[in-house]
């Protein structure tokens, strides 16, 4: 599966932005994509993820209530809204497609992603 990702940028503390991230050929083996981040000097960490074929959604509790996950089946692409940013939501988001041995307790493991997008910064100012 190859993944693009696109729609970081910079925003204000409060602000809004929408990241898409196109893959071809769909979800891939997996059947799980999602979304995560790192910041400078920190893990690559979780932040969402979603099941292609029921719309299922799993969330980090940072994230919980402002990012919301979803994916359109008919255009291979997921995205991700993100709503009432933070200065501590600044990272290179990636898109990343799951393995086809991921079982759901393993969402959080980015080691059980095996195709991951190029990253879009995204950079929250206070």
């Known amino acids: 599966v190859q993944l693009q990702a696109c729609g970081g940028g910079l925003v204000q503390a409060g602000g809004s932005l929408r990241l898409s991230c196109a893959a071809s050929?769909?979800?891939?083996?997996?059947?799980?994509m999602a979304w995560f981040r790192q910041a400078p000097d920190k893990e690559r960490e979780f932040v969402a993820a979603?099941?292609?074929?029921?719309?299922?959604?799993y969330y980090a509790d940072s994230v919980k209530g402002r990012f919301t996950i979803s994916r359109d089946n008919a255009k291979n692409t997921m995205y991700l809204q993100m709503n009432s940013l933070k200065p501590e939501d600044t990272a290179v988001y990636y898109c990343?497609?799951?393995?086809?041995?991921?079982?759901?307790?393993?969402?959080?493991?980015?080691?059980?992603?095996?195709?991951w997008g190029q990253g879009t910064q995204v950079t929250v100012s206070s």
């Open positions: 979603v099941k292609w074929s029921d719309g299922n959604t």
């Open positions: 050929g769909g979800a891939g083996s997996g059947g799980r």
């Open positions: 990343a497609a799951a393995k086809r041995t991921q079982i759901l307790s393993q969402i959080r493991n980015p080691a059980t992603y095996n195709d």
